[in-house]
């Protein structure tokens, strides 16, 4: 009985440890691609490191794989979030722009922008694990995020439940616990969701 509560508590110390020490590289290379340049890339390698964690691969040499996959798609993950940066910039100028003005519609208007928004927000939501789990064109990771988001609706609204809730409590709580796994248990979660509809899309894409 003792050798099991033992067995139980490596186990879980060991999950411990590797959840933080890739939350930690995640922090590490965004800060190494100065922020703008290497949160794209970073947050690729450690859906990476995860996806092969739930595919059975628990014993992954963390750092070489994260290296690995940093380097492969730091130009082409960079690329994609130019994109993705520069779409949240045009939504920005276009709130603040229809904000200015008091006519109706431009309020329904700036109102269409908040949706722009949603829908930017549960994209970013599916686009990294089908970026590791899939090879596709940078056109096609536009596509298929958003598709699955919404033919998902409740495990979309479930993730995104769940990521802002947890992560409201724990920094109310523990602040300092998402600096260790506020990253990579997100990950996980988003991960393990999404996985869920893979097998529905695997020949259409």
Do not use: D
């Not at 963390?62 to 492969?72: G, P």
């Not at 130019?82 to 109706?104: D, E, H, R, T």
């Amino acid at each position: 009985m003792m050798a099991e509560v033992a067995r139980g508590y490596y186990s879980v110390a060991i999950w411990i440890t590797r959840f933080a020490y890739l939350n930690i590289l995640w922090i590490l290379f965004t800060m190494a691609g100065l922020l703008f340049f290497g949160v794209m890339p970073a947050t690729v390698a450690m859906f990476a490191v995860v996806r092969k964690w739930q595919r059975g691969e628990e014993e992954v040499r963390m750092f070489a794989v994260f290296w690995e996959i940093y380097r492969q798609e730091f130009w082409k993950a960079n690329g994609l979030g130019i994109i993705l940066f520069a779409l949240g910039y045009l939504f920005s100028v276009q709130f603040q722009i229809l904000g200015a003005q008091s006519a109706l519609v431009y309020q329904m208007a700036q109102f269409s922008v908040v949706i722009a928004f949603a829908l930017l927000a549960v994209f970013l939501v599916y686009l990294f694990p089908v970026y590791v789990h899939f090879k596709l064109r940078t056109i096609q990771y536009l596509k298929w995020p958003l598709i699955i988001a919404i033919v998902h609706p409740i495990l979309t609204v479930f993730l995104l439940v769940c990521i802002g809730a947890g992560g409201y409590l724990i920094f109310q709580a523990f602040p300092a616990v998402l600096f260790f796994f506020g990253g990579s248990l997100s990950a996980y979660l988003i991960t393990w969701g999404a996985s869920k509809t893979f097998a529905k899309y695997e020949a259409a894409v």
